[in-house]
């Protein structure tokens, strides 16, 4: 797209394109990335439009919209995006850009609008991007179905919304329906947010990726943490005890009397979710183990549910308990700025202070967060060195951090090719 | 001039110009402009030397240096420009740039002096210019006479001084000898600033500007401003009404018998200047519309002027109503932010808290603005994305825009040919 | 070393580093340098990769790692250094560079440690750089000798720390000789920094070392530091009083009864030392020319000592007195930003608030680092102008910036032709 909006201005990532797939189609397997990967405003811009704006990214989740004007907002790079609840329930995605002078259309995080109203002169759009104001005068010859918003891809599932810039998005069926499955008994559209937290780290969004695709760094790192965690989830894991292998034994039992889904799954290096205990005896991510929201989720009638672990790349992992859900946003801001939000919700009609204390809920992953800020910059910091070199992952501990990686240099490469 | 400068690293506009003028000769007419023109780093470098270092900037009033060695200063670019009053009420205009080591001279935005002193290292130079000392010992073979300040083209007329870093600055006489005559009844050289505001806009330039080239947007965004603006000034308008003609035909013959100029003027696209009624019954821009200041400007004896609107591409606009006067300039700090100056003028003898109170002044002016800031930002975040495109202006309401946009493009046509 | 790390991508500086030479090479003698030298990105990355990251920097005193396991660090460039006293006093120079994913190692500004260890996953380092545990599990064909920390040359002298990031580091043997010979009275291991100072500049680092090499400036500017400061320092120099010469003689006759050596040296345009007289009747840097620290350092037993002054550039000076010692180190942040850092030293056995008071040690050069960073950042805003043009240095007042720009410009070319 980008191509025939500047038809004549040389194209600052020319030649790099090229260069970057090659570098990662020779680089050294199951080794961190090149420095320029890391820190480099070409490799950045890059990343934006072959992972951002081609790619499957997590955008929001359907509860934060409930009722038919309902919108968010969001920022894919440079791109302003809003979603909005429209007639008969449909989430539709826009570039929030109108189609006169390029005026954002909503300027809040979210809100709630009968049309989609442009603040610079009232254009104004259906909630289907349909515009059917355009001013008293634009002229005879004025079309204004040729001026509908710019739609994005959308896709929802299990409570998700996922949106896709490109024309032609990949194929995501296959995630979406287990997605669907898995969190069937959670009843997603009828939960809110409890609390949000964004936070900007000074360092690239795959090294937040990195640190979070591995709990190598749990030990030293996340007291907070591991007060519930356990530091593995499969029990093919080469680190899972005897102990954790009893205990999944035995919470699968009755996870199956609850007719609540468990098993690992690989989607691709893409997607992954699984359901694994907690720490024996803690049935969610709090200080004290104990339920953070008194009203459970869905048709859930137990709080140890263990943890629906989801993982989506590039930007999302996310904690299904059986009281309240954590997710997670990441989105790039510049080579070494990224934007992580964090939401923790619960069930909609759970009340705050009586049924959940908002403070509580969040201290474990707002302490948890700050260390692994901390951790992500300080990985920053070293990588911008003429001495850094990459370095080896370990494949016991940072298999995560492989499968990352490769899926982002597999992206890289087959996204620049079509492109 | 840059060339001598750097003769030998690579100028970093090397291929942009001719590719800039090229998009802007094949750009759809009526429509905005490409993305690129309000946000790429590249064309903002094309813009300060094609436009800024080569046109008549409007840089500030001569009642602002009223005396011999009254100096003000301000950055066109990245250019630092002092403005000093001379022997015999000479306006000078240099670039306030040290001969020796090249340290600013002048380092606050106003003052007095009795020469221009170099605060490093005490180079001392007469208020035109020449150099006079160069301390103890510059060696025998030193000639002061080739280290004077750098001239800039200063143009005076109507109390506005224009300056042109150009060689040899576009003709601009004819617009200049019209602001001399319709601005002899305020006695110009007999104001001062009552108030001044500084804001920054987080958008390009042009942005700026197309948001003051229309009132399309003033209906919903500017409550205050509304108060007394009459959303168009000139009867041949698309929009005038019966009644605003009717209002015209009135005024203009009181203003006949004030002998005060009013008739719609343009000198191509650069200038424009009219005197407009304001709405009726209302004298000046207000919260209420009534006089501002108690003592009215030069041979005026009626605050009933209506206002006279002045326009300066690249960089101003101005509304000189009887009792009090608004002087707007806009300089570019980079491809997404803007310095907007507002200086509110009375005359030079009316006294503060007794003919009138700057809080009230600026009230309407200070909530527009402010406004205009938002828009206008919200402008550009939308303009960033891929989904962008230009779009259509409205002939009728936008007419001051679509002049703007063609004035702008003639001007990186002709002068990157020339250069 | 770059090279080899991004193989690919284009090297932002190809083709600039020959024009830069080629610039320096054809520039007017004793003139100041043209414009991109002092502001433009692409030369800031060269003096990063040609001067900061090839010729030896002072980075910090050996008496602020005293013991075994004390560290300091610092960024030289994009590059974390670490400077660690290990075993048998030996000081050790790293790369602050984890071998794993690249993290810093140590991540305050100083402190203490038995071992280095990886605030991310716990690598550990014996304080000489090996690697001795790499977490629990990196599988059978790891080595961990093949991981050790990647050194920098470190060279200590006089209680001097200078580090060198090239693989062959320039001879600095000459100079350092004559340090540890000039430095003997002071004792220097057995010093503690008092004080410490740091402030950024908004300017290039060369303005910062032009407006060090002159007192050209000190007249107008340092009311302060002309309590104390002799403006010449050589009884050679053009500007230097019979007065002066008197002086001289008188002392250096004291100074061969306490055996402290005094003679100007130079060690090419690099290096320059030479113990000169404060003003008659005053002996140490403070407003009232008296001494600041009432225990004396080292061997000395009077604290008429004048001033030994040290230059080593690109980035230090330093003044010894007899009661105190203030250093002086820049370092480059971005082509119009610097740091400064003063640390004032004095004996370690001197008791704050008994034999010193720290806020009257740092007075004169507080006031005087303020007024020179004003003063550098005047010369940086009028420098990039367009109206810019190199002026000419006055050989009387300014020789010591013409040492400065010649041996910067034969750096550059030199080292440039090696790369
Ligand atoms: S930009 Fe949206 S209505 Fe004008
Ligand atoms: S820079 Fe102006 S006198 Fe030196
Ligand atoms: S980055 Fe240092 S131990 Fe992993
Ligand atoms: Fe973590
Ligand atoms: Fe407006
Ligand atoms: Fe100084």
């Not at 850009?97 to 909503?106: E, F, I, K, P, W």
């Not at 049935?283 to 140890?304: F, H, N, Q």
Request: charged letters at 25%.
């Amino acid at each position: 797209m980008n191509q025939v909006l500047t038809p004549m201005l040389e194209d600052p990532l020319s030649g790099v394109s090229e260069k970057a797939a090659s570098m990662l189609a020779n680089r050294k397997p199951n080794y961190s990335l090149e420095q320029p990967f890391y820190n480099d405003e070409r490799i950045f811009k890059l990343d934006i439009r072959e992972i951002f704006e081609k790619e499957w990214i997590f955008a929001g989740m359907t509860c934060e919209i409930p009722k038919k004007g309902n919108f968010i907002t969001l920022n894919i790079g440079d791109n302003p995006i809003v979603l909005v609840r429209g007639a008969e329930d449909k989430v539709h995605g826009f570039f929030n850009v109108c189609r006169h002078r390029g005026s954002r259309l909503c300027v809040t995080e979210k809100g709630k609008v009968a049309k989609l109203v442009c603040p610079y002169h009232k254009w104004t759009y259906e909630l289907d991007g349909r515009l059917i104001f355009a001013g008293s005068d634009m002229g005879e010859s004025f079309d204004l179905n040729a001026h509908s918003l710019k739609p994005v891809n959308v896709k929802v599932a299990g409570g998700y919304i996922f949106v896709c810039l490109a024309e032609t998005p990949p194929d995501i069926e296959e995630f979406t329906q287990s997605l669907e499955h898995y969190l069937e008994p959670y009843d997603t559209e009828n939960l809110k947010v409890a609390v949000q937290s964004d936070i900007v780290e000074d360092c690239n969004w795959k090294l937040v990726i990195e640190n979070n695709r591995e709990c190598y760094h749990c030990n030293g790192s996340h007291p907070e943490l591991l007060n519930s965690l356990q530091q593995f989830d499969d029990t093919d894991d080469p680190l899972a005890t005897p102990e954790y292998k009893d205990l999944v034994a035995r919470k699968q039992k009755d996870w199956d009397d609850m007719r609540v889904p468990y098993t690992l799954k690989y989607f691709g290096k893409r997607n992954r979710m699984t359901r694994t205990p907690l720490l024996d005896g803690v049935v969610s991510m709090t200080m004290d183990g104990k339920p953070a929201c008194s009203k459970l989720m869905g048709r859930i009638t137990s709080p140890d549910m263990g943890s629906l672990r989801i993982l989506h790349l590039p930007n999302s992992w996310n904690h299904w308990q059986g009281d309240h859900t954590i997710v997670f946003r990441v989105l790039p801001l510049g080579p070494q700025k990224t934007l992580v939000t964090t939401k923790w919700l619960v069930h909609k009609d759970a009340v705050e202070g009586v049924d959940y204390d908002p403070e509580n809920m969040r201290k474990v992953w707002d302490a948890t967060n700050y260390q692994d800020k901390v951790l992500a910059e300080e990985n920053q910091r070293g990588i911008n060195s003429i001495a850094y070199q990459p370095g080896p992952y370990s494949e016991t501990f940072e298999f995560g951090v492989i499968d990352f990686v490769n899926w982002y240099s597999e992206r890289i490469i087959e996204n620049t090719r079509k492109s």
